[in-house]
């Protein structure tokens, strides 16, 4: 299983990334698919997440700037960044849960991360 992603990027405040996340293998049946950050030396913080019905969720710091979406024909989540901000900069990570019916395992991928960087 291999999560790529791709958008990151150097932008002025203000301005938007759109970042995508393709998943490919034999990932099994997805569930929720997600956003986090993490800048050097600490923990990884959620930023957004949807579900298999297209329920998201929103870290309250990116409510109303960024959107969550997917497409499950693709195995991949976006996210688009809108009205960035110099505090929005860190490394990105997407994140997707698969689960196995049969045996009833989830498991957790991780892609290796992109820069996004908010600075005039």
């Known amino acids: 299983v291999q999560l790529v992603e791709s958008g990151g990027g150097l932008v002025q405040p203000g301005g938007s990334l759109r970042l995508s996340c393709a998943a490919s293998g034999d990932i099994g049946s997805i569930g929720t698919m997600g956003w986090y950050r993490q800048a050097a030396g600490t923990q990884r913080r959620f930023v957004a997440s949807?579900?298999?019905?297209?329920?998201?969720i929103y870290a309250d710091s990116v409510k109303g700037r960024f959107t969550i979406s997917r497409d499950s024909g693709v195995n991949t989540v976006y996210l688009q960044m809108n009205t960035l901000k110099p505090e929005d900069t860190d490394v990105y990570y997407c994140?997707?849960?698969?689960?196995?019916?049969?045996?009833?395992?989830?498991?957790?991928?991780w892609g290796q991360g992109t820069q996004v960087t908010v600075s005039s």
């Open positions: 949807i579900d298999s019905n297209g329920v998201t």
């Open positions: 994140n997707v849960v698969s689960v196995d019916y049969g045996s009833g395992t989830f498991y957790d991928y």
